[in-house]
């Protein structure tokens, strides 16, 4: 096996949805023996920690299910020829890879493709793709927009705040302003919850406001889609 000097790192960050790109070079890993690497958002992706018995341990964010993943492999298979898959155990899917930056960005490439796919094929009317609402594509297509409106700055607060927390709950996505405490709740409980915010174009919270975003009222008033909760 011929041991590459830098690996790349690449995954989707499990608050704002972007695709990351990491650089970790063999040299710095062995005389730091723990590295961590964090989105451009903030939000913390990966550490990974080296054992005495040649292994390393790898913690990273998962965009799936909203929790952390543990991994355990050889030291050698993160800087050897072929990706290392970082996957979801619970949605069987790949959350990003860890290998030679070409393949690493071309797998990360196809992971971004088909979520897009995915979600926009759950913004169809036709009745065969019902069988495809699983609660986590619905999830999944709403961080992809609000990922879209981040990189527009057309998602903040109106104190000024343009780095909200996202928490991803069973039902629902809530946005949150650390600043002043405003907060979004998007119901994810319909797949129609992707054509609403795709037809919003911005959200902007407010303080002492509590915005529910949903489906439940069809009318084609933006008032009739926010609703303002004292």
Not at 8 to 29: A, E
Not at 48 to 71: A, D, N
Not at 130 to 145: H, L, P
Not at 206 to 227: A, C, F, P, Y
């Amino acid at each position: 096996m011929i041991i590459q000097a830098v690996s790349t790192i690449g995954m989707l960050c499990s608050h704002c949805g972007k695709l990351q790109l990491k650089t970790l070079s063999v040299f710095s890993f062995v005389h730091l023996g723990k590295n961590s690497f964090i989105c451009t958002c903030g939000t913390p992706l990966l550490t990974l920690i080296s054992f005495e018995s040649k292994k390393i341990g790898i913690e990273y964010s998962c965009i799936y299910c909203g929790t952390p993943h543990h991994l355990v492999t050889r030291r050698e298979l993160i800087w050897g020829e072929q990706p290392l898959r970082l996957g979801c155990s619970d949605k069987e899917l790949p959350v990003g890879y860890i290998g030679p930056e070409s393949r690493v960005m071309e797998l990360c490439t196809e992971i971004k493709k088909n979520f897009v796919r995915l979600a926009s094929e759950l913004t169809s009317d036709q009745e065969d793709l019902d069988v495809m609402t699983d609660d986590f594509f619905v999830v999944y297509g709403v961080i992809e927009i609000l990922g879209r409106l981040v990189e527009r700055k057309k998602l903040g607060c109106k104190c000024g705040n343009h780095n909200l927390t996202v928490e991803i709950l069973p039902e629902s996505v809530e946005l949150i302003c650390d600043l002043c405490k405003a907060m979004g709740i998007i119901y994810t409980d319909n797949k129609d919850i992707l054509r609403i915010l795709e037809q919003m174009g911005a959200i902007t919270l407010e303080e002492n406001e509590m915005w529910i975003i949903n489906d439940s009222l069809k009318g084609n008033h933006r008032k009739n889609i926010i609703t303002e909760v004292e």
